[in-house]
């Protein structure tokens, strides 16, 4: 009896192990840590959350439709600049923006190409109007409204949202129950794994957050949407600020702690992801990009994290995006 007591226990614990996301265990991140050189690899995720949440985080088409262009070949405005520096931070650069280091959490919900794309419109629009426009546009609107962009919660292009911002507008949203803006946003953070994925919220078309904005009048614009060139993406965050950048997320990614992160030996493929570029730099001589992720400030280096610059790592050099706001 004790025997077969002790067999099923066996038979219980290897199925429970199975279970858990091997990438996310102690072990694999020990030896990540061992293999790579250029990054720390720790604990964001409890080793028991399942691969679906961990995958449906990745919502971004925006690797793949890179290759389509638009691409924005030419502005005027970037003549005017004489070097690029070596090291730049939008943050610092633009300190009255507070919406450019602001980690957003997307939830379970694969909007993160709406998070990276209305939160850097957000930014532009404060540095365009000196600071006078200085709160999140809604990532809410983008997400269940525009019905072109993709799929909502279960993925998006960045490019058809800049698309969306032009012809469409969008109107003001703060985070998760803030009451800020118009349409804040309404998928709470994910805190356990009974959550289930979120589904597509409906359309609603009425402020229900600061219930005093007219909805309609409080839409603002792009002029356009682009592609950029990798030779081109520091002048226009320079000139125009933070750009919407996808990248090919690959298993030992959801591990990142700190430094820049280049792809490890082994790691597997797991989907296109969106964040937002606010800058660049030199790390123990290599280059670096400087991101906002929308996994929450416990994920990563306080929610942001770098990633190699100048070799195309995951796609990254060659999948940007972003708008000029029009101002009135
Ligand atoms: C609500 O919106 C109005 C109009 O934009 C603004 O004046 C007011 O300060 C907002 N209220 C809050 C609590 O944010
Ligand atoms: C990656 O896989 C190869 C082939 O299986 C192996 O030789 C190598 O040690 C692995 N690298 C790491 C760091 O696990």
Request: hydrophobic share 35%.
């Amino acid at each position: 009896m004790a025997r077969l007591l002790m067999l099923s226990s066996v038979i219980l614990l290897s199925a429970y192990l199975t279970e858990q996301v091997h990438f996310l265990q102690p072990e694999y991140i020990n030896k990540l840590n061992e293999e790579i050189s250029t990054w720390e690899a720790g604990e964001n995720f409890p080793p028991d959350t399942p691969i679906e949440y961990l995958k449906g985080l990745l919502g971004s088409h925006g690797v793949e439709a890179a290759a389509k262009g638009p691409f924005k070949t030419q502005d005027s405005n970037y003549n005017s600049l004489f070097h690029i520096p070596e090291n730049f931070d939008a943050r610092k650069k633009w300190k009255r923006c507070k919406t450019i280091g602001m980690i957003l959490d997307q939830g379970n919900c694969g909007s993160c190409w709406a998070m990276g794309t209305s939160s850097a419109f957000s930014d532009r629009l404060c540095i365009a109007t000196d600071g006078e426009f200085n709160e999140l546009l809604s990532a809410e609107e983008l997400t269940f409204c525009c019905f072109q962009c993709g799929y909502g919660c279960w993925g998006g292009y960045p490019i058809r949202a800049w698309e969306y911002f032009r012809t469409n507008g969008l109107v003001t949203g703060g985070s998760y129950d803030s009451q800020q803006g118009c349409l804040p946003y309404y998928v709470p953070p994910y805190l356990d794994e009974d959550v289930p994925t979120e589904m597509n919220h409906r359309c609603v078309e009425k402020c229900y957050g600061n219930t005093t904005i007219d909805f309609k009048e409080d839409h603002r614009y792009t002029s356009d949407a682009y592609f950029l060139k990798p030779d081109s993406i520091q002048e226009d965050v320079l000139v125009y600020g933070p750009v919407e950048a996808s990248f090919k997320v690959y298993d030992d990614f959801y591990n990142y702690k700190s430094g820049v992160y280049i792809k490890s030996e082994n790691a597997s493929f797991l989907g296109g992801h969106a964040v937002k570029l606010i800058g660049w730099g030199v790390e123990n001589e290599t280059p670096y990009w400087l991101l906002v992720n929308s996994w929450n400030e416990n994920w990563g280096d306080q929610g942001t994290f770098k990633i190699r610059r100048g070799t195309n790592e995951c796609g990254i050099d060659k999948s940007m995006t972003a708008g000029v706001p029009v101002i009135d």
